[in-house]
Nanobody, 124 residues
Framework: QVQLVESGGGLVQAGDSLRLSCAAS????????MGWFRQGPGNEREFVAA????????YYADSVKGRFTITRDNAKNTLYLQMDSLKAEDTAVYYC?????????????????WGQGTQVTVSS
């Protein structure tokens, strides 16, 4: 079993930056694929970014490409999401997820474990 705990959310203004963290515990190798999803008010959960834990392949939603950067620290078992040039439409609860198998990185069913989420609110 893998436990995922997100942190780093908050209230910021448009144009500001935030860095989200996701600490994984329970296994030394949290998952083959790690990802970030978000769910805004009245919206379905959507893919944001993903990274392969061993390789350096990264994947981004078009809406965040060029503004968000996903990284991981294998030694610390921690996943990060650096969010720059934030917009009001980035307001959402952000979830960290881990998948045991490769799978499609932008599909929620790829992921077996989910965190509780951290709120990001961007005021315009």
């Amino acid at each position: 079993q893998v436990q995922l705990v997100e942190s780093g959310g908050g209230l910021v203004q448009a144009g500001d930056s935030l860095r989200l963290s996701c600490a994984a515990s329970g296994r030394s190798f949290p998952g083959v694929t790690m990802g970030w999803f978000r769910q805004g008010p009245g919206n379905e959960r959507e893919f944001v970014a993903a990274i392969r834990w061993i390789a350096t392949s990264t994947y981004y939603a078009d809406s965040v490409k060029g503004r968000f950067t996903i990284t991981r620290d294998n030694a610390k078992n921690t996943l990060y999401l650096q969010m720059d040039s934030l917009k009001a439409e980035d307001t959402a609860v952000y979830y960290c997820a881990a998948g045991r198998l490769p799978g499609l990185p932008d599909v929620a069913r790829t992921y077996d474990y989910w965190g509780q989420g951290t709120q990001v609110t961007v005021s315009s």
